[in-house]
Nanobody
Framework: QVQLVESGGGLVQAGGSLRLSCAASGRTFSHVGWFRQASGEDRKFVAAINWSGANPYYEDSVKDRFTISRDNAKNTVYLQMNSLKPEDTAVYYC?????????????????????WGQGTRVTVSL
Protein backbone atom coordinates (compact mmCIF):
# COMPACT_ATOMS: atom_id res chain seq x y z
CA GLN A 1 0.00 0.00 0.00
CA VAL A 2 1.42 3.34 -1.06
CA GLN A 3 1.54 6.02 1.58
CA LEU A 4 2.76 9.60 1.48
CA VAL A 5 2.73 11.26 4.87
CA GLU A 6 3.52 14.94 5.16
CA SER A 7 4.59 16.71 8.32
CA GLY A 8 6.26 19.90 9.42
CA GLY A 9 3.61 22.51 8.72
CA GLY A 10 2.68 25.18 11.21
CA LEU A 11 2.48 28.87 11.95
CA VAL A 12 5.53 31.02 11.32
CA GLN A 13 6.21 34.73 11.05
CA ALA A 14 7.18 36.31 7.77
CA GLY A 15 10.88 35.85 7.16
CA GLY A 16 10.98 32.61 9.10
CA SER A 17 11.64 29.05 7.99
CA LEU A 18 9.92 25.68 8.02
CA ARG A 19 10.95 22.25 6.78
CA LEU A 20 8.26 19.99 5.41
CA SER A 21 8.77 16.25 5.23
CA CYS A 22 7.13 13.65 3.01
CA ALA A 23 7.68 10.07 4.10
CA ALA A 24 7.01 7.70 1.21
CA SER A 25 6.38 3.97 1.45
CA GLY A 26 4.90 1.11 -0.52
CA ARG A 27 6.87 1.35 -3.76
CA THR A 28 9.50 3.34 -5.58
CA PHE A 29 8.65 6.34 -7.70
CA SER A 30 10.16 8.29 -10.55
CA HIS A 31 9.52 11.75 -9.10
CA VAL A 32 8.18 13.39 -5.98
CA GLY A 33 6.70 16.86 -6.02
CA TRP A 34 5.34 19.45 -3.66
CA PHE A 35 2.21 21.40 -4.48
CA ARG A 36 0.30 23.98 -2.49
CA GLN A 37 -3.26 25.12 -2.41
CA ALA A 38 -4.29 28.42 -0.93
CA SER A 39 -7.87 29.02 0.12
CA GLY A 40 -10.11 29.43 -2.91
CA GLU A 41 -7.35 28.67 -5.39
CA ASP A 42 -6.25 25.74 -7.51
CA ARG A 43 -3.47 23.43 -6.45
CA LYS A 44 -0.16 24.82 -7.74
CA PHE A 45 3.26 23.38 -8.33
CA VAL A 46 6.06 24.29 -5.92
CA ALA A 47 8.98 21.93 -6.54
CA ALA A 48 9.85 18.42 -7.70
CA ILE A 49 12.80 16.05 -7.61
CA ASN A 50 13.54 12.68 -9.11
CA TRP A 51 13.60 9.58 -6.93
CA SER A 52 17.39 9.48 -6.82
CA GLY A 53 17.41 12.97 -5.33
CA ALA A 54 18.75 14.72 -8.41
CA ASN A 55 17.47 17.36 -10.81
CA PRO A 56 15.42 19.60 -8.53
CA TYR A 57 12.87 21.77 -10.30
CA TYR A 58 11.18 24.83 -8.85
CA GLU A 59 8.37 27.20 -9.51
CA ASP A 60 9.89 30.60 -10.19
CA SER A 61 8.52 32.37 -7.12
CA VAL A 62 10.19 29.95 -4.70
CA LYS A 63 13.42 28.89 -6.38
CA ASP A 64 15.63 31.28 -4.42
CA ARG A 65 13.94 30.50 -1.09
CA PHE A 66 12.91 26.84 -1.11
CA THR A 67 15.05 23.72 -1.44
CA ILE A 68 13.76 20.25 -2.24
CA SER A 69 15.87 17.25 -1.30
CA ARG A 70 15.61 13.54 -0.63
CA ASP A 71 17.07 11.33 2.07
CA ASN A 72 17.50 8.01 0.29
CA ALA A 73 17.95 6.02 3.48
CA LYS A 74 14.71 7.32 4.95
CA ASN A 75 12.66 7.45 1.73
CA THR A 76 11.76 10.97 2.73
CA VAL A 77 11.57 14.10 0.60
CA TYR A 78 12.02 17.45 2.28
CA LEU A 79 11.02 20.97 1.37
CA GLN A 80 13.13 23.51 3.20
CA MET A 81 11.32 26.84 3.08
CA ASN A 82 13.23 30.00 3.99
CA SER A 83 12.32 33.67 3.91
CA LEU A 84 8.66 32.78 4.09
CA LYS A 85 6.08 35.31 2.97
CA PRO A 86 2.38 35.62 3.78
CA GLU A 87 1.63 34.60 0.20
CA ASP A 88 3.24 31.21 0.92
CA THR A 89 0.29 30.44 3.20
CA ALA A 90 -1.42 27.29 1.90
CA VAL A 91 -1.94 23.61 2.44
CA TYR A 92 1.14 21.86 1.09
CA TYR A 93 0.78 18.45 -0.55
CA CYS A 94 3.35 15.85 -1.39
CA UNK A 95 2.76 13.91 -4.61
CA UNK A 96 4.53 10.98 -6.23
CA UNK A 97 4.71 9.76 -9.79
CA UNK A 98 5.38 6.12 -10.68
CA UNK A 99 5.88 6.42 -14.44
CA UNK A 100 9.34 7.56 -15.46
CA UNK A 101 9.05 9.24 -18.83
CA UNK A 102 7.97 12.85 -18.55
CA UNK A 103 9.02 16.20 -19.87
CA UNK A 104 10.36 18.43 -17.13
CA UNK A 105 7.56 20.94 -17.58
CA UNK A 106 5.07 18.11 -17.09
CA UNK A 107 6.13 17.91 -13.46
CA UNK A 108 4.18 21.14 -12.89
CA UNK A 109 0.90 19.43 -13.74
CA UNK A 110 -0.91 17.79 -10.80
CA UNK A 111 -2.30 15.20 -13.22
CA UNK A 112 1.22 13.89 -13.76
CA UNK A 113 1.23 12.40 -10.27
CA UNK A 114 -0.32 9.14 -9.16
CA UNK A 115 -0.33 9.40 -5.39
CA TRP A 116 -1.00 12.22 -2.94
CA GLY A 117 -0.53 12.85 0.73
CA GLN A 118 -3.13 14.35 3.02
CA GLY A 119 -1.51 17.78 3.16
CA THR A 120 0.06 19.90 5.86
CA ARG A 121 -0.97 23.48 6.53
CA VAL A 122 1.52 26.33 6.47
CA THR A 123 0.47 29.74 7.76
CA VAL A 124 2.79 32.72 7.46
CA SER A 125 1.83 35.76 9.49
CA LEU A 126 3.00 39.32 9.15
Amino acid sequence: QVQLVESGGGLVQAGGSLRLSCAASGRTFSHVGWFRQASGEDRKFVAAINWSGANPYYEDSVKDRFTISRDNAKNTVYLQMNSLKPEDTAVYYCAARQRSAILRVGLKNPESYDYWGQGTRVTVSL
